[in-house]
């Protein structure tokens, strides 16, 4: 170890951390010596920013490993904390970039300090304190690898001693842990009286056998992990953080096992919500999970907190359930008895549940409601389930409207309207007001655009509005003007300056093109370039507009094809290539990946009121599929 005396002995001038220059971090090791509390936490919190950031270590952390020791023997106070960050530091596991068997590398230079002043930290493995016993296990985990033979087998001797005797089964179950990483087997703990040692060892076996998982573990995940120790934020588990971490993401990779061990979590009242949490999890990870994910968030919603009531789960369900074909009885049964008796947010959430869901009986609710908060978001769901609706909703979005609806209700409401097509139009006073207002500007020119009558008031407030500084409200009047009047000069001015004053990206405003067709000829020379340009979602949107323009494909198609993939770009260039007809055949394998993965290949967009991307990916793979 090192005082911090000897902290100027290091030139940290020429070493660096997550911010620069590592000249810093002598003064924030000299600060854990402080009195003052405050300070002390600022350094460590510092410490944990700068020489370890976000999982990446640096040239400056080995050099800070002996130093940090010596704090960690020297400042009781702050043992277990500093403890832990030599643990952090030392952290590895077998698909890291770097590793301690990696020479040269930073964690193999760091694994190597601490393993030289690992002799005088392993007395703190008879700490009272349990927290610092669990931390020196964290150590031990880490760097274990690291130690020379003779070093490491007095070290597993303890921990064998630790195992057999400690009178925390935390305790236990951490060096249990440490044996199998270190060549034991968890084979004799699963077996154990003690249901936290049964637990990381069954931790252990599920990592070891990979999916699926065996019944026992199952039985053992599901019976002793449904309140696990509050304390295990110091499971030392290479890698991770808790025992929960590591846990939850072994269940992702089986959906089956995980499902079943969520329904014992919230059989047992889903402590913490962490059944719940898996069962969100699996509905993100994997495709077609979404009736049993439901049917156990249903479950778990009397175990949630008074303070919230329901409402987190209702919207959870809210979220999922527009993405299930046929949503069974129970659960619309369920969400109407949630919808007609609960108060506030749960009645809101649960009657946006219903009305994704599709329930006939979620259209009377949603009309008598009293507009507020998400009264505005419920219609737009109303709208999106029941376009058939369009002579009961029309008047109720209007009125909305028309009373004033602003920012994000304005917007809902606005989106409402464009499912019931031409018959939007009824709205035109209310979208021209919306216009002229400000409120929820962009989308009223856009639905303008498609479905307004021409006349003198809307076509002036569609001049006025191009004139926009907002340059996503610009665009869509000049095109919702265009589309009345059939001048382009206005959206092409509009155009040619935007485009040639853009100082970033400029898809957003391409993207906006597309409805001026061949009337935005005179922006081809513009266009052409930016087919090669080095974004790919200016490279997308470029082509798109490039085809909208000329009807030829020639020049779009190579660049959307390129751009295929499961990524935001990739969906948006499928669906352009959709449009235009035309997919070549080389895309069909992955077409078929897209199409058959039982893994979600796209996550959900948070504000989408409509699709899934993964869902919009895997439906529009499978209708070029047997197009073709």
């Known amino acids: 170890m090192r005082s911090p005396a000897e902290l100027d002995d290091v030139p940290w001038h020429d070493l660096t951390h997550a911010y620069g220059s590592a000249e810093d971090v002598p003064q924030l090791i000299r600060a854990l010596y402080e009195d003052d509390q405050e300070t002390v936490d600022e350094a460590i919190y510092e410490l944990y920013g700068n020489i370890h950031h976000q999982g990446t270590v ?228 994997w495709r077609g999970r979404e009736p049993q994910a439901l049917d156990l968030l249903l479950a778990a919603l009397p175990h949630q907190g008074e303070a919230g009531g329901p409402a987190h789960g ?114 035109q006073p209310e979208l021209v007001d919306c216009l002229r207002t400000g409120r929820g500007a962009v989308v009223a020119a856009r639905l303008l655009g498609r479905v307004g009558t021409p006349s003198t008031e809307t076509t002036s407030a569609l001049l006025e509005a191009a004139q926009s500084t907002d340059a996503s409200l610009s665009i869509a009047a000049a095109v919702a003007h265009y589309q009345h009047t059939g001048e382009a000069d206005p959206a092409l001015r509009t155009f040619e300056t935007l485009l040639a004053t853009a100082k970033g990206p400029t898809h957003w405003y391409l993207a906006g093109l597309t409805p001026l067709g061949s009337a935005a000829a005179p922006l081809l020379p513009t266009i052409e370039p930016l087919l090669t340009a080095r974004y790919d979602w200016t490279r997308m949107a470029a082509a798109e507009a490039h085809h909208a323009i000329t009807g030829s494909p020639d020049r779009a198609v190579p660049v959307l094809a390129e751009l295929i993939s499961a990524a935001p770009v990739g969906l948006s260039a499928l669906k352009a290539l959709a449009a235009i007809g035309e997919v070549p055949e080389h895309l069909r394998p992955t077409l078929r990946a897209f199409a058959f993965s039982p893994l979600r290949l796209l996550s959900d967009t948070p504000f989408s009121e409509e699709t899934h991307a993964d869902e919009e990916l895997r439906a529009l793979a499978w209708r070029l599929l047997t197009d073709g």
């Open 314 to 427: 209702l919207s959870t369900i809210a979220r999922w359930v527009r993405h299930v074909p046929e949503p069974g009885a129970a659960l619309r049964d369920a969400l109407y008895e949630y919808a007609r008796t609960e108060q506030g947010e749960s009645a809101e959430a649960a009657l946006l549940a219903l009305t994704h869901s599709r329930d006939p009986r979620a259209l009377d609710l949603v009309l008598v409601l009293d507009l507020h908060c998400s009264g505005a978001q419920t219609l737009q769901a109303a709208a999106l389930s029941f376009p058939e609706a369009g002579d009961r909703l029309i008047p109720a979005i209007r009125s909305a409207l028309a009373a004033g609806a602003t920012g994000n209700d304005a917007i809902h409401l606005v989106a409402a309207l464009e499912r019931f097509g031409t018959a939007a139009g009824q709205a």
């Open 58 to 285: 640096y040239p400056a952390s080995a050099p800070a490993v002996p130093f940090l020791a010596h704090a960690a023997c020297h400042v009781p106070g702050k043992r277990e904390d500093l403890l832990m960050l030599l643990a952090t530091l030392a952290d590895n596991g077998p698909g890291d970039s770097e590793s301690p068997h990696w020479p040269g590398s930073v964690v193999a230079a760091i694994c190597a300090e601490l393993a030289r002043v690992f002799p005088e930290l392993l007395p703190h493995l008879d700490d009272t304190d349990r927290g610092i016993r669990r931390a020196v296990l964290r150590v031990i985990a880490a760097v274990a690898g690291s130690l020379h033979a003779e070093l490491r087998a007095e070290v597993l001797a303890r921990v064998d001693v630790l195992y057999a005797t400690d009178p925390v089964a935390a305790v236990r179950a951490d060096a249990m842990v440490v044996r199998v990483l270190s060549g034991g087997s968890e084979v004799e703990a699963l077996d154990s009286p003690l249901p936290e040692v049964r637990l990381a060892a069954a931790v252990l076996a599920a990592e070891r056998s990979g999916p699926p998982y065996a019944p026992r573990l199952v039985e053992i995940l599901t019976e002793d992990g449904a309140d696990p120790d509050p304390g295990d934020d110091n499971y030392p588990w290479p890698g991770t953080s808790s025992q929960d971490q590591h846990l939850t993401g072994l269940l992702s990779q089986d959906p089956d096992a995980a499902l079943t061990i969520a329904a014992g979590w919230i059989a047992a009242g889903d402590i913490g919500s962490r059944g719940s949490w898996i069962a969100r999890q699996i509905m993100e990870t």
